[in-house]
């Protein structure tokens, strides 16, 4: 066990409908980080919030858009879904202590599999 | 952009045998980390291991070490005495210094034979 927990682990929805997910970081980390899996690949950076402010993002359009909350949660909000968002997105939390070194590990949720039909 | 590639998609072990994973990447940089993550059917990513690359020694984790060549941009997994529990998706990842998202590869999964 990680200590990060997301929420829901399953979900199905229309296309065109939008999608709330919920990541719970553990406990002392301050930055959280969204990836999306599709089937059979690795997963792809979304983007990452530390101290409630986005500080970094991926090849994503603006319909993937987030939030992170003072106690360090965090939701990813997907817009006028398609087809193609179906995937496993998993959420990361890890510690930035504000150095250029590496800070620590960045431990992952059991992932939402997102389903849209 | 740092690309991170696994040559081979899936992988198959006996029981007890050594397996090597391969993965190679691709930067400019000089400072970076570098990992392998386990992804069983339950689908949390766990970390296997971690290689900073100013450190020339290669990392050592119980059954499971690393062959790092920074000249070549080689990182490859080896995983001694293999297990059942050993069978799942391996990802080789890529993180620059400081607070930056972790580059991916699109992993190789690994069977062990009983």
């Known amino acids: 066990e990680t200590g990060v927990t997301q929420s829901p682990t399953h979900l199905i929805k229309t296309r065109g409908q939008q999608v709330t997910l919920r990541c719970s970081s553990q406990s002392g980390h301050n930055t959280v980080s969204w990836y999306q899996q599709a089937l059979g690949q690795g997963p792809q950076f979304i983007f990452q919030y530390y101290r409630e402010e986005e500080n970094g993002r991926g090849n994503f359009p603006p319909r993937f858009s987030g939030l992170q909350f003072p106690n360090y949660s965090s939701e990813l909000n997907v817009n006028a879904l398609e087809l193609d968002d179906s995937a496993l997105y998993l959420c990361?939390?890890?510690?930035?202590?504000?150095?250029?070194?590496?800070?620590?590990?960045?431990?992952f949720g059991q992932g939402t599999r997102l389903t849209v039909v | 952009a740092q690309t991170v590639t696994q040559s081979q998609p899936e992988m198959s072990v006996q029981e007890a045998e050594t397996v090597t994973l391969s993965c190679t990447y691709d930067t400019s940089e000089s400072d970076y980390y570098l990992f392998w993550y386990k992804q069983p059917p339950s689908r949390q990513m766990i970390l296997v291991i971690r290689q900073e690359a100013y450190k020339q020694q290669n990392a050592t984790e119980n059954r499971f070490s690393v062959n790092f060549q920074k000249a070549a941009k080689s990182f490859s997994l080896k995983i001694s005495d293999s297990q059942l529990g050993d069978a799942a998706m391996y990802f080789c990842a890529y993180r620059s210094g400081g607070n930056t998202p972790l580059v991916f590869g699109k992993g190789t999964r690994l069977s062990v034979i009983a």
């Open positions: 990361a939390s890890s510690w930035d202590r504000g150095t250029p070194t590496l800070n620590t590990e960045a431990f």
